[in-house]
């Protein structure tokens, strides 16, 4: 099973830009579909977008559809979130997960690997 370590959170004002970075190792993570959620407190794990294991296909909320990002780079087994123009309503716990079977879901129980997550907190 693929272990997944996310980084690159951390507290930013808001407009501002962070790049979320997940590190895959263990399993095959290119023939993953690989997904990012996000957690706010006193609230459920929400959708934030997902990429196909051959990059053709991406997902992404509409919450963030024109700010956020998915990337990935099979070679060195990362996953990654672009993030721009944040703002406040952003702030949560941002996971990454991997979907052995290829669905591009945006359903978290179709994803069998999470990580253990990174805080992004956005000031007003």
């Known amino acids: 099973q693929v272990q997944l370590v996310e980084s690159g959170g951390g507290l930013v004002q808001a407009g501002g830009s962070l790049r979320l970075a997940c590190a895959a190792s263990?399993?095959?993570?290119?023939?993953?579909?690989m997904g990012w959620f996000r957690q706010a407190p006193g609230k459920e794990r929400e959708f934030v977008a997902a990429?196909?294991?051959?990059?053709?296909?991406?997902r992404h909320a509409d919450s963030v559809k024109g700010r956020f990002t998915i990337s990935r780079d099979n070679a060195k087994n990362t996953l990654y979130l672009q993030m721009n123009s944040l703002k406040p309503e952003d702030t949560a716990v941002y996971y990454c997960?991997?979907?052995?079977?290829?669905?591009?879901?945006?359903?978290?129980?179709?994803?069998?690997?999470w990580g253990q997550g990174t805080q992004v907190t956005v000031s007003s």
């Open positions: 997960a991997a979907d052995p079977w290829g669905r591009l879901s945006t359903v978290p129980a179709h994803f069998g690997s």
């Open positions: 263990g399993g095959t993570f290119s023939s993953y579909t």
């Open positions: 990429i196909s294991w051959d990059v053709r296909g991406t």
